[in-house]
T-cell receptor, first 118, second 115 residues
Framework: AQKVTQAQTEISVVEKEDVTLDCVYE???????LFWYKQPPSGELVFLIR??????QNEISGRYSWNFQKSTSSFNFTITASQVVDSAVYFC???????????????FGKGTKLTVNP | DSGVTQTPKHLITATGQRVTLRCSPR?????VYWYQQSLDQGLQFLIQ???????AKGNILERFSAQQFPDLHSELNLSSLELGDSALYFC??????????????FGAGTRLSVL
């Protein structure tokens, strides 16, 4: 069964601090995708990134970076020099490749609420 | 703006009632997904449609049903509502099926309050 664990329920930092959000996943499939979504206080879910199971290269996008390690089944998200606008709930999600006729449903973790204080 | 439109944004109704939530996917997207977000269950997959056909079911109650119309918009029908159905309901869409095409873009959600 697929499972995503975000052990950190809430994190509070001061602006300009770096913060890492942890994500650990379980899957039996060898082909899968991992995602991060952001849910700001306004409530919508915003897509941030997708990584496939064959690409373990770390990715950087501005102040955001992602570290994917298959050996530890982790896909961690780091925000560098955090800003107040980064305050949101961040969700890690997993999608398996079920082939023809399957569903690419997302299995979400419980989310990590990040508060960045000025 | 994700391009996925959900209406209404808020819905307040009473127990036992029936409501319909509507979703218009991004232009060109054939797959529509419905998710429920509640405090106790988190984000849960309900159902997926692809080009008008049901593709997969998740934790969807028998009191709930959905469909996708020829113009690709989708509706989620919730009946015999209970207090526990109060939640944020999201619709998402993606280009198609096949995992390579599956980046799901979410609408702003419909917040359902059952009183």
């Amino acid at each position: 069964a697929q499972k995503v664990t975000q052990a950190q329920t809430e994190i509070s930092v001061v602006e300009k601090e770096d913060v890492t959000l942890d994500c650990v996943y379980e899957t039996r499939d060898t082909t899968y995708y991992l995602f991060w979504y952001k849910q700001p206080p306004s409530g919508e879910l915003v897509f941030l990134i997708r990584r496939n199971s064959f690409d373990e290269q770390n990715e950087i996008s501005g102040r955001y970076s992602w570290n994917f390690q298959k050996s530890t089944s982790s896909f961690n998200f780091t925000i560098t020099a955090s800003q107040v606008v980064d305050s949101a709930v961040y969700f890690c999600a997993l999608s398996e490749a079920l082939g023809q006729g399957g569903s690419e449903k997302l299995v979400f973790g419980k989310g990590t609420k990040l508060t960045v204080n000025p | 703006d994700s391009g996925v439109t959900q209406t209404p944004k808020h819905l307040i109704t009473a127990t036992g009632q029936r409501v319909t939530l509507r979703c218009s996917p991004r232009s060109g997207d054939l797959s529509v997904y419905w998710y429920q977000q509640s405090l106790d269950q988190g984000l849960q997959f309900l159902i997926q449609y692809y080009n008008g056909e049901e593709r997969a079911k998740g934790n969807i109650l028998e009191r709930f049903s959905a469909q996708q119309f020829p113009d690709l918009h989708s509706e989620l029908n919730l009946s015999s509502l209970e207090l526990g159905d109060s939640a944020l309901y999201f619709c998402a869409s993606s280009v198609g099926t096949g995992i390579a095409k599956n980046i799901q873009y979410f609408g702003a959600g419909t917040r359902l309050s059952v009183l």
